[in-house]
């Protein structure tokens, strides 16, 4: 009885689920547009719905301690800086001396140049492909500097990190101001009683890129790797060998590789050569490798003490372009109209905000989404990302530019950042775990705001849930359509199974794309724009070749004519890969997923045969069919790239090596963007194209 009971109340909701399922279906296109448009429409209201950032972990404590940096470290500092930039000696003694002054363990992490080669079979890995360049000198050698301060309240199983980029052949203004700001809060870490995990200040040799030498020491860190190498020239070998070991150094150098505890968090400090004339500024990049980003908790401590404490002007990456925008200004003073009336209506309605606000939130909320988008890092701290260690680049930018600094206000400077630095370390110290308990996945619409994946989920929803809905419709109507007999149903299953076949080998065609660059690469001295017109006369080639091999009778039913219903079912089949790329990327890379979305959802819900269209000569038709053919141009990888890059970068005239540029770029970063353009939205762009050219 209790089973029965149980199976008659199911019923009920299962049948519910299934009229609704009826209904959606047979109301597709209602269902689309209202779909598509609700999407565009949240994602613009995304900046209205963004909250202000917190401190979740109540650990952190911001700014609850007295700065301890004094002027004494700051003056011990400036004749470091000052030593660095006057001594005609090798920079990397200056810097092992005064670390070694400070009782600090000091070693010399040697490193090579790698090769940004494209290579298939390393595209999961990390941003290194391993590939050293053969017969590389000793004076190619990049050189890290590494001091680690052990804490007198730890065991040694946790560490901070502290990195600053530096360029031992030429140490700018900037370089030495960050080194010294590094300095002071190193000088004073070494002294305190207070500190429980252990700090290492890595001094990163960036003559061959920022990144390159980070990570290399990171590499070493956490899986250090014992291979041969090419080397010639023993002499210079032999000179690199002694850095550091000089007869006058007060202290000796540690041999080998020397590691502390895991790594709660890394800061990279940098300050920018040119001033801004009107105030201190801290710029901070969050942005990691295929759009990770470290908690919120980090930023949040540092957007606080930076601008309660320090009195620094917060800032976070923006589309400047979008500013002037008319359409933008135009829709964030009609929100802010609304948003007066609903308050005047109800005042604890708090919907709304100041069109200014509105602009300013949209265009942060713009860069946010499209560097996570890109999938490549904004700065150096993407490398600990990749061994999921929170980190961010602290670029501060002078009033003063610190070419024309005097000393009074060089060192105020150098106190203003080493007590920042302070007390972020301070507040990191003070964790007994990871961070955890803000959030990993977010868009920033400004230093202190914030939206979170559960609000800026519903505008990628909204647009995708449409094409499970379409693509049921014209498999059903396909099916009534179709007449009962046996010989027309079994053309029917062969129909479906050819328009999958032919979605199939459209993929496999563009993963085949996406495989081009790696032979390409092996041309030697091949410019850019070469390396691309090959890649497009290759690509455009094998196509032609595979759509006159999905022509042939291979491919095709027995019957000589084809159905007239035969593009809705290959529509059918595209529409729901669309809908499994779209979610696998949404997995990898939410903020891919979601430009990606933007763009070839339109077209996959309107493609249809410009035949009936035209046909039809109804406005209706007309108009669709226009909105197919300009969908089609825009949607084409390499015009919406010049699209999105001058619409969000500000910049004018189209270069033919620049498209190739940014492909090379994802590829050396390993960014899944590449993969989902390649395998995802290329195939899916020719196989509308070829819905929109279908000879029905």
């Known amino acids: 009885m209790a089973e029965s009971e149980t199976v008659t109340a199911t019923k009920p909701s299962v049948r519910r689920f299934v009229k609704l399922g009826i209904f959606l279906i047979s109301h597709s296109n209602y269902v689309s547009f209202i779909g598509l448009v609700s999407g565009i429409v949240a994602l613009l209201l995304l900046p209205i719905l963004a909250k202000n950032t917190y401190v979740s972990e109540n650990a952190l404590m911001p700014g609850s301690a007295n700065n301890m940096l004094s002027t004494q470290h700051v003056s011990r500092a400036t004749e470091f800086v000052n030593d660095l930039t006057d001594s005609v000696s090798e920079s990397h003694e200056i810097i092992a001396q005064y670390m ?103 001094v990163a040799d960036s003559q061959y890129g920022e990144y390159s030498a ?68 801290l710029n901070i990049y969050p942005e990691a490798s295929n759009g990770q980003m470290p908690n919120l908790d980090l930023i949040n401590i540092v957007n606080y003490l930076g601008a309660h404490k320090r009195g620094l002007r917060v800032k976070v990456n923006k589309m400047f372009s979008l500013f002037g925008s008319r359409w933008l200004n135009t829709l964030g003073g009609i929100l802010e109209s609304l948003g007066q009336i609903a308050r005047s209506l109800n005042p604890q309605w708090k919907f709304g905000i100041s ?4 602009v300013e939130g949209a265009a942060t909320l713009a860069s946010s989404l499209y560097l996570q ?92 849930a449409p094409l499970p809905i379409v693509a049921g419709s014209l498999y059903s109507e396909a099916s009534k359509s179709s007449s009962s007999s046996e010989v027309v149903v079994k053309y029917k299953s062969w129909k479906w199974l050819n328009s999958a076949r032919k979605v199939l080998a459209i993929h496999l065609w563009g993963a ?37 091999v999905l022509g042939s009778p291979i491919f095709e039913s027995a019957t000589s004519q084809p159905e007239k219903g035969e593009w809705a079912s290959l529509k059918s089949v595209t529409i729901a890969t669309t809908f499994i790329g779209l979610s696998l990327m949404s997995v990898i890379n939410f903020a891919t997923a979601e430009i990606g979305a ?43 790239y010049f699209l999105i890059k001058g619409a969000f970068e500000d910049t004018y005239g189209i270069k033919v090596d620049e498209y190739w540029n940014w492909v090379e770029s994802l590829w050396t970063w390993n960014s899944a963007t590449y993969l989902y353009v390649g395998i995802v939205h290329l195939p899916c762009w020719a196989l509308c194209i070829h819905i929109l050219f279908h000879p029905c």
């Not at 391993?130 to 040694?156: E, F, Q, T, Y």
């Not at 979170?452 to 995708?464: E, Q, W």
């Open 512 to 548: 085949v794309v996406s495989l081009l660059p790696y032979f390409l690469y092996q041309i030697p001295n091949s410019t850019p724009t070469t390396n691309f017109t090959v890649w497009g006369i290759l690509s455009a080639s094998s196509l032609l070749i595979l759509y006159f």
């Open 100 to 202: 070694s002054a400070l009782d600090a363990e000091v070693t010399y992490h040697k490193f090579h140049p790698q090769l940004n080669q494209f290579n298939p079979l390393h595209f999961f890995t990390s941003p290194d492909s391993g590939i050293v360049s053969k017969n590389i000198s000793c004076s190619s050698l990049g050189i890290n500097i590494a001091g680690i301060i052990r804490a007198p309240r730890g065991d040694g199983k946790e560490s901070i990190v502290l990195v600053t980029p530096y360029n031992p052949r030429k140490v700018g203004p900037g370089e030495a101001l960050s080194l010294g700001i590094a300095y002071s809060v190193f000088s004073l870490l070494s002294r305190v009683t207070w500190l429980a995990k252990d700090v290492i200040w890595l």
């Open 214 to 281: 980070v990570d290399a020491w990171l590499r070493e860190y956490h899986a250090p790797a014992f291979r041969e190498a090419d080397i010639d020239n023993s002499e210079t070998c032999n000179a690199i060998n002694e850095v550091g070991q000089n007869p006058s150094s007060d202290r000796k150098l540690y041999s080998g590789f020397r590691r502390a505890g895991t790594m709660a968090a890394a800061l990279v400090i940098k300050v920018a050569e040119q001033g801004n004339r009107h105030e201190d500024i």
């Open 355 to 358: 069109a200014t606000e509105y």
């Open 598 to 640: 933007l763009l070839i959802v339109p077209i996959c819900l309107m493609a249809q045969p410009l035949k009936l269209d035209i046909r039809s000569r109804s406005l209706r038709t007309l108009l669709r069919a226009t909105c197919n053919l300009a969908l089609g141009l825009v949607v084409f990888p390499p015009v919406a």
């Open 373 to 464: 988008g890109l999938g490549v890092p904004t700065g150096p701290h993407g490398a600990f990302r990749d061994y999921q260690v929170d980190a961010i680049t602290l670029e501060i930018s002078p009033k003063v530019s610190p070419y024309k600094m005097i000393s009074h206000s060089r060192n105020e400077f150098i106190l203003r950042g080493g007590r920042l630095i302070e007390g972020v370390i301070r507040s990191i110290n003070n964790l007994l775990e990871k961070f955890h308990q803000s959030f990993f996945l977010y868009l920033l619409t400004s230093s202190s705001k914030f939206v979170s994946v559960g609000v800026y989920m519903i505008p990628f929803a909204l647009l995708v």
